[in-house]
């Protein structure tokens, strides 16, 4: 199988990752227990279409800015359309294409109230914060090491990370937020003040410019880096500040590599989307050739947009007829969710490609360098050498010991920067040091030198 980690260079490099089967089940597993919970919560909440109503004004100020986004999203987040929210949906489609004559009343249909966002938005972020860091895990393995690591493992490294995930997002938001109101409070304030107030707004304005440009910085950064912090934490198991550090520093240090590392997997994952819809469709335009209007009944039973609860709609068709109509929908589904958690794995996997390639220019970390437990338990467990006995006193000339015939040989910083981690390693299992950076590790090779 081809080395991934051996001289990654070009800007295609971003979207060059390799397969792996367990991300793409992580992948589905996160999607299915998302998409659930997210309807049970609609429930909770006494309004059925609560998710799709979030999803869908948030779809609206996104697709507006970013129109190439309309098909992922669509993809991704509004399969799960039911009958019973077709109002919904033929309000969605009329909107999109008669935007003037339906604004007003879209959006006053389709606006949840405000709290709903931040209940979906946390739902979200737990979920995100335990799944992404088990496939980025899962992906850093297939990556750097061309190594495949259990479901288990990957699911126990989400679990051990996700309070780091939640709160790195946490901070960035409050962070925000924070210098947001504090610039409304300190211009509502001002504007109590009569006459002096004006004149001392005038010069405050200035610090709530650089306010609102940190803010779109944070923003600019957390768009480009949000899985950047995740891809931090699986790669190298940092602490929510230093992934956070990181992704920024890497964003913000190589914007031009950064932009292109997130639109060519932007672009690889909308094309694969539209021709895994395409592929759906042409499987089930094969059977509507080959059974002609027989199978017309079934068709609209099976389709994506078709509700479960239209199959009993199948009226007076032959027991066989409903089982192959119930079995066409069950694989109709399974593959469309194969396509999204494919295309979900490959994101992810992809930003953390991005990162190891950002991770390389910036600090000059080698691809395959990251954290690996093992290797601090071994150092951690690797009892202390025990100090060398005392020569004997050389009494006579002939007693006295004989200088060895060679020195072994030293390596100097430089030469060891040049060697790759597994040479390094190997180095540094003759010295009885190990090391999860190539830093660190020369550091302990210089060090172990100097001891012995």
């Not at 996700?162 to 504090?182: E, G, S, Y």
């Not at 909308?270 to 509507?288: C, E, M, N, P, S």
């Not at 080959?290 to 509700?307: H, K, W, Y």
């Not at 080698?366 to 690797?382: F, G, I, T």
């Amino acid at each position: 199988m081809e080395n991934f980690s051996r001289e990654d260079r070009g800007i295609f490099q971003g979207i060059k990752v390799p397969f792996c089967l367990n991300a793409i089940i992580l992948a589905f597993m996160a999607y299915v227990i998302f998409i659930a919970f997210a309807h049970i919560l609609g429930y909770l909440m006494d309004d059925d279409v609560a998710y799709e109503k979030v999803v869908y004004s948030t779809t609206n100020m996104v697709v507006n800015k970013l129109p190439a986004l309309e098909r992922p999203i669509n993809e991704i987040v509004l399969t799960y359309s039911d009958a019973k929210y077709g109002d919904l949906v033929d309000a969605w489609v009329t909107y999109r294409h008669s935007r003037p004559q339906v604004e007003m009343e879209f959006e006053e249909f389709v606006k949840p109230e405000w709290w709903k966002y931040i209940v979906f938005a946390v739902w979200f972020l737990l979920i995100w914060s335990f799944f992404a860091g088990a496939i980025n895990r899962t992906a850093a393995y297939r990556i750097a090491r061309d190594e495949s690591i259990t479901l288990k493992e990957g699911l126990n490294f989400g679990a051990q990370t996700w309070a780091n995930h939640f709160l790195a997002i946490l901070f960035i938001a409050i962070f925000i937020a924070a210098a947001f109101f504090i610039c409304v409070l300190a211009a509502l304030i001002l504007d109590q003040i009569p006459y002096v107030g004006e004149l001392v707004l005038i010069i405050a304005f200035i610090f709530i410019l650089v306010a609102a440009f940190l803010i779109t910085l944070l923003l600019a950064g957390l768009l480009f880096g949000f899985n950047m912090i995740s891809s931090a934490i699986g790669v190298d198991k940092v602490d929510s500040f230093d992934a956070i550090s990181r992704s920024y520093s890497y964003v913000l240090g190589r914007p031009w590599q950064t932009l292109l590392y997130t639109f060519l997997p932007l672009l690889f994952v909308t094309f694969f989307l539209y021709f895994g819809r395409i592929f759906q469709d042409v499987a089930l335009k094969t059977l509507a050739v080959g059974m002609g209007n027989d199978f017309e009944p079934i068709r609209q039973c099976v389709t994506l947009s078709a509700s479960w609860s239209d199959l009993g709609k199948l009226g007076d068709l032959a027991w066989t007829e409903k089982l192959a109509a119930y079995v066409i929908k069950i694989f109709i589904w399974l593959a469309h969710l194969f396509v999204i958690s494919t295309a979900i794995a490959y994101w992810l996997s992809a930003r953390t490609k991005a990162y190891l390639l950002l991770r390389k220019e910036v600090d000059g970390d080698e691809v395959e360098e990251m954290y690996l437990e093992e290797e601090e338990e071994a150092l951690d467990a690797a009892p202390p050498e025990p100090a060398p006995a005392p020569a004997p006193l050389a009494t006579t000339e002939e007693e006295k010991p004989k200088p060895e015939k060679a020195a072994k040989k030293k390596h100097t910083e430089k030469e060891l920067s040049g060697l790759h981690m597994d040479e390094l390693r190997a180095i540094g299992e003759k010295l009885g040091v190990t090391g999860r950076s190539k830093k660190k590790i020369i550091e302990r090779i210089l060090k172990a030198q100097e001891e012995k």
